[in-house]
């Protein structure tokens, strides 16, 4: 058995009647079955259900993390006015064609008055070469804490409404997007700033990896250069 403690913030403390318990759980328990198993020991706390992030020790982490003894597992309601937090947009990578005005749509809210969006495609040359192809490649768990995290900080560095991410891997034919961002905020500076930062961001620490296959061969782009500094 490991024994955790579980923080609860804001309105989940309220609904819980309590900041802090501390609880015994079978070893391999992940945090979304703790979560859950609370649901249906507390019920008001159902309503948040799909609405709450997880962290241990400070740190985000996906509902399918296992906590380890004595470890702090945090349930954390969305911040800064609930459905308006910049993280609330989804982040998601996968296989399927992106559609770019549906993130646009999702980003889509009554207090935004601008909404910025890029949308990084396939082109047919590249330093010469005739491209056929890309193929995408990502340590997909990481990649998404990564992205949540720089989704997160550019809700902190400007007064965007929301931000969403998508990122394919696999093949991405030629014209095809690869990767798209949107984001939505009251005035267009901060929105074009902050889908900037994404972008340029995510290029720098996501681990997502792009294969070029061109007309003669084939070549891993961007594993000649070095992480950012902070990294190392």
């Known amino acids: 058995m490991n024994r955790l ?10 609904r819980a009647r309590t900041a802090e318990m501390s609880r015994e759980f079978p070893e391999g328990i992940t945090v979304g079955e703790i979560w859950a198993g609370l649901g249906n020991e507390l019920p008001a706390l159902v309503a948040h259900r799909d609405r709450v992030a997880f962290a241990v ?3 985000y982490v996906k509902d399918d993390y296992r906590p380890h003894n004595n470890d702090e597992v945090a349930f954390i309601p969305p911040v800064s006015g609930g459905s308006d937090a910049p993280w609330v947009g989804s982040i998601s990578i996968g296989r399927d064609l992106i559609d770019v005005q549906e993130l646009e749509q999702e980003v889509t809210h009554p207090a935004a008055g601008a909404i910025v969006t890029f ?10 070469r005739r491209v056929l192809r890309l193929e995408y490649e990502a340590y997909e768990p990481m990649a998404l804490s990564e992205m949540r995290k720089l989704a997160h ?4 560095r400007w007064e965007i409404v929301r931000i969403a991410i998508r990122h394919r891997i696999g093949v991405v034919e030629i014209g095809e997007t690869s990767v798209a ?3 939505a905020a009251a005035h267009r500076a901060e929105a074009f700033d902050a889908c900037r930062f994404a972008i340029d961001r995510l290029k720098e620490v996501v681990p997502i990896w792009k294969k070029e296959y061109f007309e ?3 070549v891993w782009l961007g594993c000649q250069t070095s992480h950012p500094p902070e990294l190392h």
């Open 5 to 14: 403690t579980l923080k609860f913030f804001a309105t989940l403390r309220e």
């Open 57 to 59: 020790n400070h740190e």
């Open 119 to 128: 949308a990084g495609t396939t082109r047919r040359n590249n330093v010469g």
């Open 153 to 156: 900080e550019a809700g902190q």
């Open 181 to 183: 961002i949107a984001v």
């Open 216 to 218: 003669g061969g084939e």
